[in-house]
């Protein structure tokens, strides 16, 4: 079936190194993607999304590209900072009738950064 | 600005018990609202959402249920525990035609 998945479980940088987390998602309808950040015991935090008419968005230290030829979407963080360590996930939008949305997320990247 | 709020926050119940755990939403109305549920180390798993008072969706066949009695308020219930509902389940909200859910903070609930 469709789903969205991370290429990575696991990711360790040092402190001060970009941070390039991937994910692959296999529906080619989905319109909006989000990416999400979950530190140890809490609920996932927003960090940016993009919709499939963008390639490209940046925030503050974050960047996420889509490409929608091979249905990739990666997330960059600049500078990565010990308190970046977390889990992310990505999650495509499954729209309802009514303009309601769905997110569905993949597995999760454990990103850990060394000092 | 809107806020959610989740509880208990940690809970610890005997197999075959019943459970109740609570979600409101505050400075908005009419939220899209979702249950999760993430095991240890995996992803999330989808629930239950509702769009509506007394409207529930379900996801995935299971042990538990959710109910909206009010506009901000959804409730996970089950009526007998099993040990496989261990987990971190979360809430989340959208508005109406929102794109973006946004989660509250978890509860954590261990069957033993």
């Known amino acids: 079936g469709e789903s969205v998945g991370l290429h990575l479980p696991t990711l360790s940088v040092q402190e001060g190194d970009n941070s390039i987390i991937n994910c692959a998602y296999s529906?080619?309808?989905?319109?909006?993607f989000i990416w999400y950040k979950q530190e140890s015991g809490k609920g996932p935090q927003f960090i940016i999304d993009?919709?499939?008419?963008?390639d490209k968005r940046q925030g503050q230290r974050v960047t996420v590209l889509l490409n929608k030829t091979v249905k990739h979407l990666s997330l960059q963080i600049a500078a990565t900072q010990p308190g970046d360590s977390a889990v992310y996930f990505c999650a495509e939008n499954r729209g309802l009738s009514g303009g309601s949305y769905i997110p569905t997320f993949g597995r999760g990247t454990s990103l850990i950064v060394h000092p | 600005s809107q806020t959610i709020h989740q509880w208990p926050a940690t809970l610890v119940q005997p197999v075959g018990s019943p459970l109740s755990l609570e979600c409101t939403v505050e400075?908005?109305?009419?939220?899209?609202l979702y249950w999760y549920r993430q095991a240890a180390g995996r992803g999330l798993q989808l629930l239950f959402y509702s769009v509506g008072i007394g409207q529930i969706s379900s996801e995935v066949p299971q042990n538990l249920s959710a109910s909206r009695p009010q506009d901000r308020q959804f409730i996970l219930s089950s009526k007998k525990l099993l040990l496989s509902d261990s987990g971190f389940y979360l809430c989340a909200w959208a508005g109406v035609s929102g794109n973006t859910i946004y989660f509250g903070e978890g509860s954590w609930l261990t069957v033993v």
């Open positions: 993009i919709r499939s008419n963008m």
């Open positions: 400075g908005t109305s009419n939220p899209n």
């Open positions: 529906n080619s309808a989905s319109d909006y």
